[in-house]
């Protein structure tokens, strides 16, 4: 086998010039992290989805630049809310070939949907092809459309995360696969291919409401991955205790694993809630009408636990319910402040939902320029 990241040649631990980047290897637990997170609403009267994809191309090409660290991507199918990213791994693939630094990560695969040996050759191609800058976020998912056009019954969707996390990882580690599945064929010595560069890239699970995935996330020594943006602040650092605690009674130590949020952002040269609001009030709502458009049918209560407030908090998404405790929003000053509030609570990565509704490349741009001038100096080292 050719040599991995982290891996010695003659007692020569070989790692690419290309992955100095921080993020990449040893967790810097002093650091904050900065993402872009996309689940952009699909408008085709407004903008084709050829337009709208090369638009988030640009984007990133510029985080690149800038230095924010992570891009992350949804996987929906069917539904205006995120569905024209259903191919992930292809896109992600895409911007490897047009970034240098930024790490690329699924936000997440939703493996209950998918084959996880299939995720596993996806994955390690992608870790491949981007010189080791791959992150696996993985979910259960929960619009019962796409469980029901794949033939999926929702109610096995957590056992098949977990089985099927467990199954790329042992695919991962480039030795002949031994596996039985109860929901696929059983694998019986051969190897996945390609391996991946990175000893094992990093994992991520998102999470929703459900106790039980904070608790399984930590039982596994996974990354958290939340969408934060559903629930108010003291909700917020609620559940991330939730998770911290559990690293601690599994003996984990919580420095060494990362928690990454999502919330909707807009950036302003100066603080001016008025404009803020004429900017991005119209677009947060169209977000919502098609998050609520995608969740018009509910999982099943009891294997869903708590899905009933993210619907709630759906569809009442506007400015006046979400601003200033579930957004990052405003000018640099109370951009900063609301970064440090989220760290205090935990948070070691926030990940910025900046393309969302009708809102357009122009703000989009405007908001990544003011971020990187007049924000992110401030904030790097915290």
């Known amino acids: 086998m050719g040599n991995r990241i982290g891996q010695s040649d003659s007692g020569i631990v070989l790692v690419r010039k290309a992955l100095a980047k921080p993020g990449a290897g040893v967790l810097e637990a002093t650091r904050m992290k900065f993402g872009l997170f ?15 994809m090369h638009n988030i191309v640009e984007q990133v090409e510029y985080a690149d630049k800038i230095g924010i660290d992570y891009v992350w991507m949804v996987e929906h199918h069917f539904v ?37 040996v299939r995720v596993a050759e996806h994955a390690a191609t992608l870790d491949q092809l981007s010189n080791g800058r791959f992150d696996l976020g993985v979910g259960r998912g ?18 098949r995360v977990e089985e099927g996390v467990d199954l790329v990882r042992k695919a ?23 391996p991946t560069l990175q000893n094992e890239p990093k994992i991520w699970n998102a999470c929703l ?32 205790s939730w998770y911290r605690e559990a690293l601690s009674k599994y003996g984990r130590k919580v420095e060494d694993h990362e928690v990454c949020c999502v919330y909707h952002a807009y950036f302003m040269e100066e603080p001016d809630d ?22 018009r049918k509910p999982p099943d209560p009891e294997a869903y636990k708590g899905y009933d407030q993210r619907d709630k908090g759906t569809q009442q998404l506007s400015f006046d319910r979400y601003f200033p405790g579930r957004v990052v929003m405003g000018g640099p ?28 490349q122009d703000e989009i741009m405007k908001s990544l320029n003011v971020f990187g001038d007049r924000i992110l100096p401030l904030v790097r080292d915290i």
């Open 333 to 360: 000053d109370q951009v900063v402040e609301r970064i440090h509030e989220l760290r205090r609570i935990g948070i070691t990565q926030v990940s910025f939902l900046l393309d969302f509704g009708s809102l357009s």
């Open 274 to 295: 008025d404009r803020l609001k004429v900017v991005v009030d119209g677009p947060m709502g169209e977000y919502g009408v098609a998050g609520k458009e995608a969740a």
């Open 209 to 240: 409401m459900s106790p039980e995935s904070f608790e399984w996330t930590a039982q596994q020594g996974h990354n958290l991955l939340y969408v934060a943006y559903h629930v108010d602040h003291e909700l917020a650092t609620e559940r991330i």
């Open 172 to 194: 991962w580690s480039g030795q002949p696969l031994e596996f039985e599945s109860r929901f696929r064929p059983d694998m019986s010595g051969l190897p996945v291919l390609p």
């Open 80 to 116: 205006r809310h995120g569905g024209f990213l259903s191919a992930n791994y292809a896109f992600l693939s895409y911007l490897a070939g047009r970034t240098q630094n930024i790490r690329l990560a699924t936000g997440a695969t939703v493996m209950a949907l998918n084959d996880p």
């Open 142 to 159: 929960f619009i019962r459309d796409e469980f029901d056009s794949f033939g999926v019954p929702m109610r096995e969707s957590r056992e």
């Open 38 to 52: 996309y689940l952009p609403t699909y408008l085709p009267d407004q903008r084709d989805a050829h337009t709208h």
